[in-house]
């Protein structure tokens, strides 16, 4: 689970990192926002695919 102080500044800094799913992270987060000032949500990582509750955040490569 991760606990996330600031949704407004995670989703900026996401999109910045992940610019091909921009909208998605920032739609996502903007949702977030409204369940308080510190939401909690899964992070999951499922066949190198990551997402954070249902945001997702695209691909990982695997660690070796």
């Known amino acids: 689970m991760i606990k996330l102080k600031d949704p407004k500044a995670v989703a900026s800094i ?3 990192a992940i610019p091909e799913h921009k909208s ?3 739609q996502g987060f903007a949702a977030l926002a409204m369940l308080g000032k510190e939401p909690s ?3 999951k990582i ?4 990551a ?6 955040l695209g691909k990982i490569k695997p660690l070796e």
């Open 24 to 26: 998605e992270i920032e």
């Open 14 to 16: 996401l999109a910045g």
């Open 46 to 49: 499922v066949k190198g695919k």
């Open 51 to 56: 997402s954070l509750g249902f945001i997702p």
């Open 41 to 43: 949500m899964p992070l």
